[in-house]
Nanobody, 115 residues
Framework: VQLQASGGGLVQPGGSLRLSCDASGVTLDYNAIAWFRQAPGKDRERISCISRYDDKTRYADSVKGRFTISRDTAKNTMYLQMNSLKPEDTAVYYC?????????WGQGTLVTVSS
């Protein structure tokens, strides 16, 4: 299983970015998927997920209304659309898939929100 995250970079406050995560060795449409982030000096936190049981999306309060998780099953790629970015969104972002009680992580992509 490989998860390849991309799309991070430097953006000004109020700007937008879209993160992508290409998956191989695992299908995204029958497994739980999520995006996590880890800011400097802080624990890794889950910010969004899609449940394998009810296919519903869920968001942390800190990103609700600004971020959108999605997946393209034809491309086997998951996305995180991030709008209205704030300096406190600065972190390394990780894609995640849980399959058969095993956890798989992407390598992380850095998002820096700064003027």
């Amino acid at each position: 299983v490989q998860l390849q995250a991309s799309g991070g970079g430097l953006v000004q406050p109020g700007g937008s970015l879209r993160l992508s995560c290409d998956a191989s060795g695992v299908t995204l449409d029958y497994n739980a998927i999520a995006w996590f982030r880890q800011a400097p000096g802080k624990d890794r936190e889950r910010i969004s997920c899609i449940s394998r049981y009810d296919d519903k999306t869920r968001y942390a309060d800190s990103v609700k209304g600004r971020f959108t998780i999605s997946r393209d099953t034809a491309k086997n790629t998951m996305y995180l659309q991030m709008n209205s970015l704030k300096p406190e969104d600065t972190a390394v972002y990780y894609c995640y898939v849980r399959k058969m009680a095993r956890n798989y992580w992407g390598q992380g992509t850095l998002v820096t929100v700064s003027s």
